[in-house]
């Protein structure tokens, strides 16, 4: 039997990936991977357990036994919980985003999330969302994009964002933030932010949430995804 379908969408943050990712496996009804999370709540974990985040030995330890559970709440917002705490809150925060791109640029951390990435592979098919999802994780996948945007773009997407759930940060402090991250998870030696040779690359920075979403469709119709599995 070969193996289920994956969609990968990578990007930088604020490109609007998770939402698309999340509006293409409800629509597919596929299973749905934020490899981004996993990294989040790596960092979590680390503050949690006291471990500094570029500690890459003792970083890697908790990476390899990482207890996480995602649950899907009535909403439609999904849960994290590490070591049964509830953390969905902590880890989408500026700093949860420092802490996962610290962490992440550790090759043996990466290595240690690899295996639990590739689980989710299951039928009817699954969307994965990331940095690396069409380059190293699943390089076979049949489909995959890359979004971008502007940082300027993305930093403003990311403001409206936070000021709805009530943080206070400000427009320039964001814009150097996405540029350090971007700086750092493109520069890194091991699975960096570039798209995949087979990528399709949509840049998001004047297109709406539907209009990218229907640029997708339109990639999964020709390449006969919709209604496999
Ligand atoms: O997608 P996100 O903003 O939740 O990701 C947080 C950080 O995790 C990001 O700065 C880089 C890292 N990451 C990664 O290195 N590889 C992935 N596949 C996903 C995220």
Redesign the pocket.
């Known amino acids: 039997m070969s193996a289920s379908p994956v969609i990968t969408v990578?990007g930088p943050?604020g490109v609007g990936?998770?939402t698309i990712a999340h509006r293409l496996s409800d629509h597919l009804g596929w299973h749905l991977l934020?490899?981004?999370?996993?990294?989040?709540v790596t960092g979590q974990a680390c503050v949690i357990e006291g471990v500094a985040w570029d500690d890459a030995e003792a970083v890697t330890e908790v990476a390899r036994n990482l207890d996480v559970r995602f649950t899907g709440s009535a909403d439609g917002e999904v849960l994290v919980a590490y070591k049964g705490e509830d953390v969905s809150d902590a880890i989408r925060t500026e700093e949860g985003?420092r802490g996962?791109?610290t962490v992440?640029?550790i090759p043996s951390v990466?290595t240690a999330l690899l295996a639990r990435q590739r689980q989710m592979r299951q039928p009817p098919g699954l969307v994965a969302?990331?940095?690396?999802?069409g380059t190293v994780?699943f390089s076979d996948a049949p489909l995959k994009f890359f979004l971008t945007a502007s940082a300027g773009e993305r930093a403003r997407r990311r403001h409206k964002q936070l000021i709805a759930k009530g943080e206070s940060v400000s427009l320039p402090r964001l814009l150097r933030d996405i540029q350090e991250?971007d700086e750092?998870?493109s520069t890194r030696d091991v699975?960096p932010?570039v798209p995949a040779e087979d990528a399709i690359i949509i840049d998001t920075s004047s297109l709406s949430i539907e209009e990218v979403f229907e640029q997708v469709m339109a990639a999964v119709k020709e390449r006969g995804l919709e209604g496999m599995g």
């Open positions: 990578d943050s990936k998770g934020d490899s981004g999370a996993l990294y989040r985003g996962a791109s992440a640029a990466r969302d990331g940095r690396d999802m994780v991250r750092r998870d699975a932010l």
